[in-house]
T-cell receptor, first 112, second 113 residues
């Protein structure tokens, strides 16, 4: 498996429900980010969580990070049809490496 | 308006015909990067640049070249394109060190026949 893998690959929920997607990674990181992509468009940054943080909130988004398990989760509360998109996590590697690795993404569909 | 601009947005070309995809940012960002996105594989980093004249390989650099002569521009060059380089390409930039929030361009869809 590759650095930064999301699961599930696809998720379909009703409007108003919560959506949870997970990201696992393999190496120690400096920080982890979540991005959103609307069908074939450029990615939009949602939230960044540093390796020494455990939880972060931004509006209806809640991100957790468990460095011992090398995993992160993104929770979108009270989902809306406009949240329909693909969501990606992105990690770096600590130790001075400059590469960024994106996961394969979770495709979220919110049904009105 | 802060933006990353890629050109062209769409290109259909033939094997072996050199092409350049331009990328320009107006945010004075140090870090710029190129990614390709393929179904089921997510985004994979091709090359990145920490600053002017400083570039390095990402995870899938084969068949690509880049240059960073000015801070705002980071062109991607395919000297001899092949069909396996058919993909959706994104340029991104960020301020400072690695894995800061990146601003993405709208993408360039390349088809190599």
């Amino acid at each position: 498996s590759q650095q930064g893998e999301e699961d599930p690959q696809a998720l379909s929920i009703q409007e108003g429900e919560n959506a949870t997607m997970n990201c696992s990674y393999k190496t120690s990181i400096n920080n982890l980010q979540w991005y959103r992509q609307n069908s074939g468009r450029g990615l939009v940054h949602l939230i960044l969580i540093r390796s020494n943080e455990r939880e972060k909130h931004s509006g209806r988004l809640r991100v957790t990070l468990d460095t011992s398990k090398k995993s992160s989760s993104l929770l979108i509360t009270a989902s809306r049809a406009a949240d329909t998109a693909s969501y990606f996590c992105a990690t770096d590697r600590s130790g001075g490496y400059q590469k960024v690795t994106f996961g394969t993404g979770t495709k979220l569909q919110v049904i009105p | 308006e802060a933006q990353v601009t890629q050109n062209p947005r769409y290109l259909i070309t033939v094997t072996g015909k050199k092409l350049t995809v331009t990328c320009s940012q107006n945010m004075n960002h140090e870090y710029m990067s190129w990614y390709r996105q393929d179904p089921g594989l997510g985004l994979r980093q091709i090359y990145y640049s920490m600053n002017v004249e400083v570039t390095d390989k990402g995870d899938v650099p084969e068949g690509y070249k880049v240059s960073r002569k000015e801070k705002r521009n980071f062109p991607l060059i395919l000297e001899s394109p092949s069909p396996n380089q058919t993909s959706l390409y994104f340029c991104a930039s960020s301020l400072g060190r690695v894995n800061q929030p990146q601003h993405f361009g709208d993408g360039t869809r390349l088809s190599i026949l």
